[in-house]
T-cell receptor, first 114, second 113 residues
Framework: GENVEQHPSTLSVQEGDSAVIKCTYSDSASNYFPWYKQELGKRPQLIIDIRSNVGEKKDQRIAVTLNKTAKHFSLHITETQPEDSAVYFCAAPYSGGGADGLTFGKGTHLIIQP | KAGVTQTPRYLIKTRGQQVTLSCSPISGHRSVSWYQQTPGQGLQFLFEYFSETQRNKGNFPGRFSGRQFSNSRSEMNVSTLELGDSALYLC????????????FGQGTRLTVV
């Protein structure tokens, strides 16, 4: 199956600053890269995803970039707010062939300092 | 519409016992995936079912098994429980097909004593 590495494991930023989380993957055939946010005691929720036919996607304060050559993708959060505090997971398809199932990175605990 | 529902929410079992967890997907979703979440290993993929067929399987021992019914509801079973099986078990449903958004249930917290 796919292997996904995520960095950093903890990220502390001042409210209003930007946060960047980076992930690398191993399978060059992977073509779908979602990001999930998990607040304490809650279920993971999709916040943004990107497919391999685009290099960047934005949704308000959140953006994701993808570099297929280098096999890495990143999550960018601008103008961070207290409600952005959570654990963020990147993911890629566990295996190809059209089946579902994701391999997740180990997660980044984002802390927004007031 | 209703979200993904997992039952029970909490379970306490003894080593050596077996357990069955249930997942009801969002109406219309045909794919159900299962994950184990622990502080040390994070979110790990167990298996995925689509139209009652297992299409994908993660790297877990044979003690972990699952099935899907014709109404897309899914169950997973863990036999001969070990202390290390204590975890949050999450299921996610989607319409099916790589790249379709997966929606997670709230999970079942399993504690093995």
């Amino acid at each position: 199956g796919e292997n996904v590495e995520q960095h950093p494991s903890t990220l502390s930023v001042q409210e209003g600053d930007s946060a960047v989380i980076k992930c690398t993957y191993s399978d060059s055939a992977s073509n779908y890269f979602p990001w999930y946010k998990q607040e304490l005691g809650k279920r993971p929720q999709l916040i943004i995803d990107i497919r391999s036919n685009v290099g960047e996607k934005k949704d308000q304060r959140i953006a994701v970039t993808l570099n297929k050559t280098a096999k890495h993708f990143s999550l960018h959060i601008t103008e961070t707010q207290p409600e952005d505090s959570a654990v963020y997971f990147c993911a890629a398809p566990y295996s190809g062939g059209g089946a579902d199932g994701l391999t997740f990175g180990k997660g980044t605990h984002l802390i927004i300092q007031p | 519409k209703a979200g993904v529902t997992q039952t029970p929410r909490y379970l306490i079992k003894t080593r050596g016992q077996q357990v069955t967890l249930s997942c009801s997907p969002i109406s219309g979703h045909r794919s159900v995936s299962w994950y184990q979440q622990t502080p040390g290993q994070g979110l790990q993929f167990l298996f995925e079912y689509f139209s009652e067929t297992q299409r994908n399987k993660g790297n877990f021992p044979g003690r972990f098994s699952g099935r899907q019914f014709s109404n897309s509801r899914s169950e997973m079973n863990v036999s001969t429980l070990e202390l290390g099986d204590s975890a949050l078990y999450l299921c996610a449903s989607s319409y099916g097909g790589e790249g379709t958004e997966a929606f997670f249930g709230q999970g079942t917290r399993l504690t093995v004593v």
